[in-house]
């Protein structure tokens, strides 16, 4: 399947997963077209991890889990401070 994304999405907003094969429609914004790649489930859960980097050194890592196959604005969220 295939995933379309608008470019000024937030939060998994407006993200829309499609079967394969089927074509895309037209939208009213412009829109990133990826190839669906889904995170591993672990017990219903789906795991993304998001890093800061300040000046070539780490500085955080953000661990965001959700139950769908779309991370949105309801994900929880753990943050980790790298010293």
């Known amino acids: 399947g295939w995933v379309a ?3 000024l999405g937030r939060e998994g907003a407006g993200v829309t997963v499609h079967r394969p094969g089927t074509a895309p429609t037209p939208r009213d914004e412009p829109c990133c077209y990826q190839q669906l ?3 591993p489930d672990f017990d219903g859960n789906r795991v993304v991890l998001g890093t800061w980097v300040v000046e070539n050194e780490a500085a955080g890592l953000g661990i965001r889990e959700s139950s769908g196959l ?3 604005g309801y994900a929880r969220f753990l943050p980790h401070v790298i010293l």
């Open 5 to 7: 994304k608008p470019l």
């Open 37 to 39: 790649a889904p995170l």
């Open 70 to 72: 779309i991370t949105d």
